[in-house]
């Protein structure tokens, strides 16, 4: 049974597009891997943009200045 985790940033991904991750992902690994969907776990995590950083600044400090 194959568990997939999916990190994203909590800026607004809706319910539809989070929909089409999981259906995506299972999909992927029925072709791939053979998996059976029935089985697939897929579970998508919202981090807040303060809790994640890239390049040693926090993504919130990065959207400010792309702002």
Known sequence: MPCVNIKITNEGATKEQ???LIQGVTDFLVEVLGENPKTTEVTIEEVPTDNC??????VSELRKKQS
């Open 18 to 20: 989070k929909a089409r």
């Open 53 to 58: 950083g890239i390049g040693s600044e926090s």
